[in-house]
C-alpha cells in the first residue's frame, strides 16, 4: 500500500497539516499508521468531513 506523510496530505486536501495531525490522533482517518514521530496516510484515504461546520452550510466566501 502506498502512504503519504502529513505535508502531501494537506496540499491535497487543502487544510493545515495540523489539521491533518488532529485528523490522525482522533482515529478519523481509516488505515493512518504512525510510524516514530510520523504519520503515514493511505494515499487513496478519504478527507474526513469537518465537524466544525454545519452539514450542507455553504462557506461565506465561496460563490455559488
Known amino acids: 500500500m502506498d502512504y503519504m506523510i502529513l505535508k502531501e496530505a494537506s496540499e491535497k486536501w487543502g487544510v493545515t497539516p495540523r489539521r491533518i495531525?488532529?485528523?490522525?490522533?482522533a482515529g478519523?482517518?481509516?488505515g493512518a499508521i504512525k510510524m516514530a514521530t510520523i504519520w503515514?496516510?493511505?494515499?487513496?484515504?478519504?478527507?474526513?468531513?469537518d465537524?466544525?461546520?454545519?452539514?450542507?452550510k455553504t462557506p461565506k466566501h465561496e460563490d455559488i
Do not use: M, S, V
Open 21 to 25: 495531525n488532529y485528523y490522525c490522533a
Open 28 to 30: 478519523r482517518i481509516p
Open 40 to 49: 503515514l496516510i493511505p494515499k487513496d484515504a478519504e478527507k474526513p468531513i
Open 51 to 56: 465537524r466544525r461546520t454545519k452539514q450542507g
